[in-house]
C-alpha cells in the first residue's frame, strides 16, 4: 500500500516508526562501549513502538483489513520456492 492511499494518522504513524527505528539504529552501541541511552529511555522506547503498533493494527481493522496483512517491498517475489538439496552419494568401505 502506498502512501497516498494512507490516510493521515496513518502516514505520520509510519513516518514516526521510521524516524524512532532510525534513531535506534543510530545510537545502538558498538560491542563493549556502553549504551548512550538510559534503561528507562529504552522502555519508553518499546512502549512507543508497542502503541504505534497497536493504532495501526485498529486503524487496519477498521478499514476491513485482515489483521495478518504484513508489508512487503514491491520488488519483493509473491510466491515462495521450493529448492530440492541433492546429497552426494555416501561412500562405501
Given amino acids: 500500500m502506498g502512501m497516498e492511499n494512507l490516510s493521515k494518522e496513518q502516514r505520520i504513524l509510519r513516518v514516526l516508526r521510521t524516524v524512532l527505528g532510525n534513531i535506534v539504529k543510530e545510537t545502538a552501541p558498538r560491542p563493549g562501549v556502553p549504551r548512550a541511552l538510559s534503561d528507562d529511555t ?5 512502549d512507543l513502538f508497542g502503541l504505534i ?3 495501526e493494527a485498529e486503524l487496519a481493522e477498521d478499514a476491513g483489513l485482515p489483521r495478518t496483512a504484513r508489508p512487503h517491498f514491491a520488488d519483493e517475489p509473491q510466491t515462495t520456492h521450493a529448492v530440492k538439496i541433492h546429497r552426494p552419494p555416501k561412500k562405501s568401505n
Fill in 42 to 46: 529504552v522502555a519508553d522506547i518499546r
Fill in 53 to 55: 503498533a497497536e493504532r
